[in-house]
């Protein structure tokens, strides 16, 4: 069946612009996770949704990120005034539920310029 | 607090010779899960291995094997007979519920 799927691939943006990444994880999978990771380093944490709970949004760096989780699938993430700090890759991941492992899709190198 | 280490940044060994990757990990709790994943070039992330806290068996899957010890809350991982196709970068990580927490990642370089 079909893998994680994020979009775009690639995006470069001027510094203070709005930019939205999307994920569309594995169907029935109940767990996604949003994850950021920088030039060589481990992966960093933001959001996850699990289910029609609240997000955990414990480690979203500052209020100017954001996701939602429509209908219990899709999710975007939005970076509201990027800086250019917010260079990374933003990875996504499913998962068919708590504790369980997890489905990476292939990321979103993000740019900013 | 949970925490894991994966004290060694970046290994090289030739191909063919054993490595072994070392992950340790801190929880108070009795019920966890630890996992490890690999990050080829290509740059996305592949699940290798899942294993609960009451589990201690050595799982083998191929030239991979895992070795859980939870009197020194360890979870290491080997690669036998290495192949240049295993140069990645291996994460450890660990779980309880809807908190994971990863290690830094070791980055193995298998030389031809």
């Known amino acids: 069946g079909a893998g994680v799927s994020q979009s775009p691939s690639n995006k470069v943006t001027e510094k203070g612009k709005d930019v939205e990444l999307r994920c569309d994880p594995i169907?029935?999978?109940?767990?996604l996770y949003w994850y950021r990771q920088s030039l060589g380093q481990g992966l960093e944490f933001l959001i996850y949704?699990?289910?029609?709970?609240?997000?955990?949004k414990s480690g979203l760096p500052s209020d100017r990120f954001s996701a939602e989780r429509t209908g219990g699938s899709v999710s975007t993430l939005t970076i509201q005034r990027t800086q250019q700090e917010d260079s990374a890759v933003y990875l996504c991941?499913?998962?068919?539920?708590?504790?369980?492992?997890?489905?990476f899709g292939p990321g979103t190198r993000l740019t900013v310029t | 607090a949970q925490k894991v280490t994966q004290a060694q940044t970046e290994i090289s060994v030739v191909e063919k010779e054993d490595v072994t990757l070392d992950c340790v990990y801190e929880?108070?709790?009795?019920?966890?899960?630890l996992f490890w994943y690999k990050q080829p070039p290509s740059g996305e992330l592949v699940f290798l291995i899942r294993?609960?806290?009451?589990?201690?068996q050595n799982e083998i899957s191929g030239r991979y094997s895992w070795n859980f010890q939870k009197s020194t809350s360890s979870f290491n991982f080997t690669i036998t007979a290495s192949q240049v196709v295993d140069s990645a970068v291996y994460f450890c990580?660990?779980?309880?519920?809807?908190?994971?927490?990863f290690g830094k990642g070791t980055r193995l370089h298998i030389l031809p």
């Open positions: 991941a499913s998962s068919p539920g708590l504790a369980r492992e997890q489905y």
């Open positions: 949704f699990q289910g029609n709970s609240a997000p955990d």
């Open positions: 294993r609960n806290s009451f589990d201690e």
């Open positions: 990580a660990l779980n309880r519920d809807d908190k994971i927490i």
């Open positions: 169907s029935g999978h109940t767990a």
């Open positions: 929880t108070r709790d009795t019920t966890y899960y």
